[in-house]
């Protein structure tokens, strides 16, 4: 029985039992449920090294769709465990803290999104896919930051298109694509937060390092970047560049796999402009702890639910993005 307490909170608080060796536990539950852990990088160290599988949102989205799993525990922000629910209605999603939102997806309330949509007649609209369900079913194609590009580029040159909800992402893409998207003004509250002028103090520590960056960021730090891409994409060339060191403009969740895949060379997080707090932290991803996780498997709750309306229209744009993708190799 689900607690009225968990509903209000939107997690199970229960204390471990003494004496179990969780982590242990997690696993017995997961192979006698038949379920799988997934893990996007930006989650804490434990919480990564205990998933079946770690990627950045495109892959986490292609894991789900092809996973034989009876329950799926999506160790993320609330709108992957939304996609995951989407692309697989009946199977059991869990997203171990309903409070982990995205302050993307909170910046594209579906319905302002869809009278920005009605104001431009005949554009297509592309959406990243940190947008709610709902915002996803008014939208013609989701894309993530590793296939934004090539699949805006998809479309003929002349395209009226518009973008939302990562201004600093559709920037980006157009300055990349020559396009120019209509972009709808939201941002990530942590990627906006990086700094030029303390970036350009690190360099100056670190002259050999190469700068990484997150596309979600600003176009004046993007500008400084040597690499800029997913985190996928900023992991692989973390671990295949020859560089030793790397100034990372991004979630630092993400040193994680790349100091465990590179322990010799030296990752630096890029500090945001107001260094007193902890804001190159993903407050959301940081919700997800190893007790949530042990809790949710154990009560399978809190599930994710979208509305069967809403999840029908909203999978046509999130099929299109791995249908393009698969064709693109991505
Ligand atoms: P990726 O798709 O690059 O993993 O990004 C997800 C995200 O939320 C970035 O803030
Ligand atoms: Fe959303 Fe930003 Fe957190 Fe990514 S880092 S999940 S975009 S709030």
Known sequence: MIKEKW???????????????????????????????????????????????????LALAQKAATTDADIIVMCGVH???????????D?????????????????CP????????????????VSYVNTTAATKAVTDVVVTSSNARQIVESF????????????NLGGYINSLTGRNMVLWHGACHVHERFS????????????????????ECKGAVLKLADK????????KFALSDEAE????????????????????????????????CACNECNFMKLINLQKLYNCLKYEWPTIEVDPKVAKKAVRPINKMLEISKKLGL
């Open 91 to 107: 199977k059991t999603v869990l997203v171990p803290d309903l409070n982990a939102s995205c302050s993307l997806a909170e910046s």
């Open 156 to 167: 003929p040159k002349d395209t009226p298109m518009i973008f939302g909800p990562d201004e």
């Open 245 to 276: 060191e790397f100034i990372v403009a991004t979630e630092s969740g993400i040193l994680h796999e790349m100091q465990k895949g590179a322990p010799n060379k030296v990752f630096i997080p890029a500090p945001p402009n107001d260094s007193t």
């Open 79 to 89: 709108f992957m465990g939304e996609t995951n629910k989407i692309l697989c209605p």
């Open 228 to 235: 800029v891409g997913s985190t996928a994409a900023l992991l």
């Open 7 to 57: 509903k209000e909170l939107g997690y199970v608080n229960e204390p471990i039992p003494e004496g179990i060796d969780i982590k242990a536990e997690i696993r017995r539950m997961c192979k006698e449920k038949n379920a799988v852990i997934m893990a996007h990088y930006y989650t804490e160290g434990e919480v990564q090294d205990l998933a079946d599988f770690v990627g950045d949102s």
């Open 110 to 125: 579906a319905e302002e999104f869809k009278n920005f949509v009605k104001a431009h007649p005949g554009h297509i609209v």
């Open 196 to 215: 030029v002028e303390k970036i350009l103090e690190l360099k100056a520590d670190y002259p050999k390092a190469k700068i990484l960056a997150h596309p």
